[in-house]
């Protein structure tokens, strides 16, 4: 009871928070994008500690300098105006420094062993975490970003809280179906899938001349950003369960890290930006 009552903390608090952020519109969401600088560093160590406790990996400073530096690059592309080809340049430049950085450092001892694991976790870092996490940023550049964005979020912490407490109240009899997370539920899944239809039909209705009515579109974006939600969820209890690793951290207060809060961000945001582009941009 005491992990249910912390997650529902969590959920009441950080949510409206993250609502909150949105409503600061200066600057293309500066406070949005600072937080998602901020998620950025915390997810790559969190990401990094996995990581390594399976594999060989590189040292702490390569993922984290690299993704510090992309996160401030993507900061100063969508909130300062320069070019978003410098976030294409930092996205090469960090592989093939990750790939250079294995040449030289073994280039004296000749031991090369382990070096393809080492380069291949960092390049997975570098995507998992940054390159996904962009797609919200880049929300914050359209027209009716706010409602864009909330739509986002609303979508996938409904999906994601609508899960647990299906799968809490009817879903008993339907775990263990997907083996990589058993505790969840295939009663789970739908409620959460229904619940985020739902939500996004509901806000929608309240904005018709952004969403013209566009039912066909609207349940799409509300199912297929659902599903991607749900899958990021389970990719990352993949990750875990590969390295023997529970919890992403102790960040979250009943949830673990910060990688398990937004593990269902990682892949939504990805597939609702190019839904919102295809349907209303």
Not at 28 to 54: D, G, S, W
Not at 133 to 156: A, D, G, M, P, W
Not at 243 to 258: C, E, N, Q
Request: charged letters at 10%; a positive charge.
């Amino acid at each position: 009871m005491n992990k249910v009552f912390q997650r529902l903390l969590v959920f009441f608090i950080g949510v409206p928070l993250i609502i909150l952020l949105v409503f600061f519109e200066s600057y293309n969401h500066l406070p949005l994008q600072i937080a998602v600088m901020i998620a950025i560093l915390i997810a790559t160590h969190e990401l990094y500690t996995i990581l390594k406790q399976k594999i060989h990996v590189q040292p702490l400073w390569i993922p984290m300098g690299l993704n510090f530096i992309i996160s401030i690059i993507n900061l100063c592309v969508w909130s300062c105006g320069i070019t978003a080809k410098w976030l294409t340049l930092i996205f090469v430049f960090s592989i093939l420094f990750s790939i250079s950085w294995e040449i030289l450092a073994n280039n004296k001892s000749g031991n090369f062993e382990g070096v393809l694991e080492k380069i291949f976790s960092t390049i997975f870092i570098i995507f998992y975490i940054p390159f996904l996490l962009t797609f919200i940023t880049k929300l914050t550049v359209l027209n009716y970003s706010r409602e864009f964005l909330i739509l986002f979020f609303l979508i996938v912490f409904s999906c994601d809280s609508f899960a647990w407490l299906f799968g809490v109240l009817f879903g008993k009899g339907t775990r263990g179906i997907i083996t990589v997370s058993p505790k969840k539920s295939l009663v789970g899944f739908i409620g959460g899938i229904i619940s985020s239809i739902a939500i996004t039909f509901l806000f929608c209705k309240f904005y018709p001349t952004i969403f013209n009515s566009n039912y066909v579109a609207i349940f799409i974006i509300g199912f297929f950003t659902a599903i991607s939600a749900i899958l990021g969820d389970l990719a990352e209890s993949a990750i875990k369960r590969s390295a023997s690793v529970k919890d992403s951290g102790t960040i979250m207060p009943g949830r673990g890290g910060l990688l398990d809060s937004i593990d269902s961000i990682l892949f939504a945001a990805p597939i609702y930006y190019i839904l919102i582009l295809f349907f209303f941009v």
